[in-house]
Antibody, heavy 123, light 111 residues
């Protein structure tokens, strides 16, 4: 069974860079799946951030694209997220997830999720 | 404002049947893209409940079912149980975003 675990600083200063890593266990990150980030402001709904394929192909939410970088480290079986120029609006629980399913990209779903990590943007 | 529209809350008594609606448009559900549903228990990560409109992952009881018609999708729970109290989110692909969209979520209260 695939397991995902997020890690990174829980507090980031405004205008700084939010950096998170998701460690994948129970399966290879190069298995052909896509890997994603989803966030959830406290008490609010889910927002898709972006996806990455093990070969480094990315798909970003247009609203975050100018500030977002995702990468994969196959040697460590993990993938990462960097979001720069953060503001209080970026305060949220950040989840990593596996994007899985049909060979049709637009039919995929998030089947495994990490437990999530709260990142607060504050001085 | 979420791209997919869900009612904020739904309630039902134990044993009853409840339904959750998820309304989109021609760029997502109406374009024929699959709808998926997630259950989020308090303080936990979302859990996949229904994928590909109607399919249940292994381990999800058959009390949960999904359907889709036109620009909308629905999730139904029969034989409601106290442990079903959670937030429920729908998700689909959106061609105008070239990415994934979620509904705002519906909070289920078991009376």
């Amino acid at each position: 069974q695939v397991q995902l675990q997020e890690s990174g600083p829980g507090l980031v200063k405004p205008s700084g860079t939010l950096s998170l890593t998701c460690a994948v266990s129970g399966g290879s990150i190069g298995s052909g799946s896509w890997w994603s980030w989803v966030r959830q402001p406290p008490g609010k709904g889910l927002e898709w951030i972006g996806d990455i394929y093990h070969r480094g192909i990315t798909n970003y939410n247009p609203s975050l694209r100018s500030r977002l970088t995702m990468s994969v480290d196959k040697s460590k079986n993990q993938f990462s997220l960097k979001l720069n120029s953060v503001t209080a609006a970026d305060t949220a629980f950040y989840y990593c997830a596996r994007l899985y399913g049909s060979t049709d990209f637009n039919k995929k779903h998030f089947d495994y999720w990490g437990h999530g990590t709260l990142v607060t943007v504050s001085s | 404002q979420s791209v997919l529209t869900q009612p904020p809350s739904v309630s039902g008594a134990p044993g009853q049947r409840v339904t959750f609606s998820c309304t989109g448009n021609s760029a997502n559900i109406g374009a024929g893209y699959d709808v998926h549903w997630y259950q989020q228990l308090p303080g936990t990560a979302p859990k996949l409940l229904i994928y590909g409109d109607i399919n249940r992952p292994s381990g999800v009881p058959d009390r949960f079912s999904g359907s889709k018609s036109g620009t909308s999708a629905s999730l139904a729970i029969t034989g409601l149980q106290a442990e079903d109290e959670a937030d429920y989110y729908c998700q689909s692909y959106d061609s105008s975003l070239s990415g994934w969209v979620f509904g705002g979520g519906t909070k289920l209260t078991v009376l």
